[in-house]
C-alpha cells in the first residue's frame, strides 16, 4: 500500500490549506484513515480521523476548524484546515489502517509541510 501527501504549504494565520492523500487502492477498503501531524521538537499527534462507518475524531485542538472526508472516486483521503493557527504548524502525515483477524496494519505517507506564518 502506498499514501502520497500532499497540500501542504505556506499560509497566513487565518488562513485556509486543503491537503490529500492518495492510496494506491481504494481508500474505502482501510478499516480507519486519517491525518496526523508532528511540529518540531514535538511528538506524533493525532489531527483527525474517519472510519469505514463514516466515523470522525478530531484532536480537541481543531475541532470547529478541519473536516476530514474520503473521495470514493480518487481514493483520497482529505483534511480542510480553516482558520489555521501558527499552533498548526508541523508536518503532516495521512495513515491508513487495516483492521482484521490477523491484528492492525498500518500505513503512513511521507509527509507534507504546513508552516502557518505571517
Known amino acids: 500500500v502506498q499514501l502520497q501527501a500532499s497540500g501542504g504549504g505556506l499560509v497566513q494565520p487565518g488562513g485556509s490549506l486543503k491537503l490529500s492523500c492518495a492510496a494506491s487502492r481504494s481508500i474505502f477498503s482501510f478499516s480507519v484513515v486519517g491525518w496526523y501531524r508532528q511540529a518540531p521538537g514535538k511528538q506524533r499527534e493525532l489531527v483527525a480521523t474517519i472510519t469505514s462507518e463514516s466515523t470522525t475524531n478530531y484532536a480537541d485542538s481543531v475541532k470547529g476548524r478541519f473536516t476530514i472526508s474520503r473521495d470514493k472516486a480518487e481514493s483520497t483521503v482529505k483534511l480542510r484546515m480553516n482558520s489555521l493557527e501558527p499552533e498548526d504548524t508541523a508536518v503532516y502525515y495521512c495513515?491508513?489502517?487495516?483492521?482484521?483477524?490477523?491484528?492492525?496494519?498500518?500505513?503512513w505517507g511521507q509527509g507534507t509541510l504546513v508552516t502557518v506564518s505571517s
Open positions: 495513515n491508513a489502517q487495516e483492521h482484521t483477524w490477523r491484528g492492525i496494519s498500518d500505513y
